[in-house]
C-alpha cells in the first residue's frame, strides 16, 4: 500500500527538489528546523519504502561511500 504524502510533506519535497536545504526552507516557510527535519525524515522513509515495494533495495541506487582519504583507524 502506497503512502500517501501530506500537504505539508509534498510543500517541503517541492523546495527540495529545488535543491533547498532544511535551513532555507524553514526560513522560506517560517516554519520551525525541526518541522522541516521531520517531513525529510517522512520523505526519505517514503522513498525507502516504495523501493522495497518494487522489490529494489537502496543500495543498487546508492552504494556506501568511499572511505575517507587519510582515515586510518
Do not use: K
Not at 500500500?1 to 529545488?18: C, G, I, P, S
Not at 516557510?29 to 516504495?50: F, M, Y
Amino acid at each position: 500500500m502506497a503512502m500517501l504524502l501530506t500537504q505539508d510533506e509534498q510543500l517541503v519535497l517541492r523546495h527540495l527538489v529545488l535543491g533547498e536545504s532544511s535551513e532555507e526552507i524553514a526560513a522560506t516557510l517560517g516554519w520551525p528546523l525541526q518541522a522541516v527535519r521531520n517531513c525529510t525524515h517522512a520523505l526519505i522513509t517514503w522513498v525507502l519504502d516504495e523501493l522495497g515495494a518494487s522489490g529494489r533495495t537502496p543500495s543498487e541506487y546508492f552504494p556506501a561511500p568511499p572511505p575517507l582519504v587519510g582515515s586510518e583507524e
